[in-house]
């Protein structure tokens, strides 16, 4: 949801970000934005490969429990 695209990539390489990152250039209008109700970056949710939700938010031990019974 960041603009332009070049300030999303100078942070990526500086900070060495190591999570799954979604680009577009649609910003707020983008499918994953709406289908998540994704309103703040950064933003967490707990994706599978499948497309499987298990959560927002989760930090800490939820995270932690909410991997291990995905």
Do not use: Q
Not at 38 to 55: E, F, M, Q, V
Request: aromatic letters at 14%; one cysteine or more.
């Amino acid at each position: 949801m960041d603009f332009p695209k070049e300030d999303w990539e100078r942070v990526h390489s500086c900070y060495s970000l190591v999570w799954i990152h979604g680009v577009t250039s649609k910003g707020r209008n983008s499918l994953p934005v709406i289908i998540y109700g994704i309103n703040a970056i950064p933003d967490n949710y707990l994706i599978d490969s499948n497309g499987n939700y298990y959560g927002k938010y989760l930090w800490g031990e939820d995270l932690e429990m909410a991997i291990e019974k995905g």
